[in-house]
């Protein structure tokens, strides 16, 4: 006979013949001649080499171990003590129960939506993540979910969670505020058969969601391909000199005949406008000279304009000089007085009389 003990937290299987014949828990005992002891420690999975069907027929082990069967298409959250320590799929598991308390959750996830009842702090978890499928709306955007292919519904802004599992999702998004799109490099030919080359802008906001993903497939080329044809059409029926004029009308243009077309697609217009006009080296050499010929008329026009305007004001000041002798005399002491303003020494010599010439200098 042989001594021995199981401590606290601890189990003992006791063996004949490579056989379980009893369990041993916290406690001292006895063994006879021909057994052995097998001692586990009490917490985490039951590892040993027997079988579990055979294990749970002798008596009082099915008392120390915690079962959970998991079907296909589910999932067991186990909790130690409360909190979440695995997640466990399809199989059969035992559990020691120990000093820690086990406690297990199921869950179908063949179906789409994820219960309430798990926390969305839980569904961020690594041992959790693997199998939920999460998709964010950004504050600026909308989106509808489509499942199999099917529409389901809209989702507004936030976070959405769903199980992994075979069916199809899929979440279409589009951005709510006003976009620029630019149209650039558009090679057209004018009414008088110019070549040009034009950058255009649009501004537009997606006004009507479901327009724009369910009736329409890709609105943003369509909208794109729309805005070429439109701006063909429009370039088309200007010469050159006419569209320099008329460019500031393309926007009432396309708001009078494409808001429609636009408003189909889900989309609403805030501004259309021309951005750049290039044109080709000798057509833009030509148009220079054009220019400069034009500066240079309107310069020789204002030229002549003041030289006539000056001289009519010498005519002017003339007559008044020759009808008023008072006035002319003053002109006279008037240049006299800016004369003398440069003479820097006056010498004078001759007899008392020289103060009388300089007095008729002056005055007569």
Same mark, same amino acid.
């Given at each position: ?229 439109? #701006?063909? $059409? ?9 569209? =320099? @004029?008329?460019? %500031?009308? +393309? /926007? ?67 007559? #008044?000089? $020759? ?9 006279? =002491? @008037?240049?006299? %007085?800016? +004369? /003398? ?24």
């Amino acid at each position: 006979m042989k001594r021995i003990n199981i401590n606290k937290n601890e189990v003992g299987l006791v063996l004949k013949n490579n056989a379980v014949e009893r369990i041993l828990t916290t406690g001292k005992y006895w063994l006879w001649m021909g057994e052995k002891l097998a001692v586990y420690e009490m917490s985490g999975v039951v590892q040993m080499p027997f079988d579990m069907d055979l294990m749970l027929t002798i008596p009082g082990f099915a008392e120390l171990v915690d079962v959970i069967e998991v079907p296909d298409m589910e999932i067991a959250l186990h909790r130690i003590n409360g909190n979440l320590y695995q997640v466990l799929g399809a199989g059969r598991y035992f559990f020691w129960k120990g000093l820690q308390q086990n406690s297990f959750e199921k869950y179908d996830i063949s179906t789409l939506e994820i219960p309430t009842s798990i926390k969305r702090d839980l569904l961020e978890k690594s041992q959790l993540k693997c199998f939920v499928r999460m998709f964010t709306i950004n504050p600026e955007e909308k989106g509808l979910l489509f499942v199999d292919g099917m529409f389901k519904q809209e989702l507004l802004p936030g976070s959405y969670y769903f199980w992994k599992n075979s069916i199809q999702i899929e979440i279409k998004k589009v951005d709510l505020r006003i976009v620029q799109m630019d149209v650039p490099g558009q090679e057209i030919l004018t009414k008088d058969k110019a070549q040009i080359r034009v950058n255009f802008i649009v501004q537009y906001q997606v006004e009507d969601i479901y327009k724009a993903l369910l009736d329409n497939r890709d609105f943003n080329n369509q909208l794109y391909a729309l805005m070429q044809f439109g #701006l063909r $059409e429009y370039i088309g029926n200007f010469s050159l000199d006419g569209l =320099m @004029e008329n460019r %500031e009308g +393309i /926007s009432s243009y396309f708001f009078k005949n494409f808001q429609l077309k636009v408003e189909e697609l889900g989309l609403k217009l805030f501004y259309v406008g021309i951005k750049d006009i290039i044109l080709p080296g000798d057509v833009r050499d030509i148009m220079n000279q054009v220019l400069i010929a034009e500066k240079r008329a309107q310069a020789n026009i204002i030229t002549r304009r003041e030289e006539t305007a000056s001289t009519r004001s010498l005519l002017n000041t003339a007559k #008044l000089l $020759e009808e008023n002798n008072m006035l002319f005399r003053l002109k006279e =002491m @008037e240049y006299m %007085e800016k +004369i /003398s303003e440069k003479i820097n020494n006056i010498s004078v010599s001759g007899n008392g009389q020289v103060l009388d010439q300089l007095k008729q200098l002056f005055v007569k």
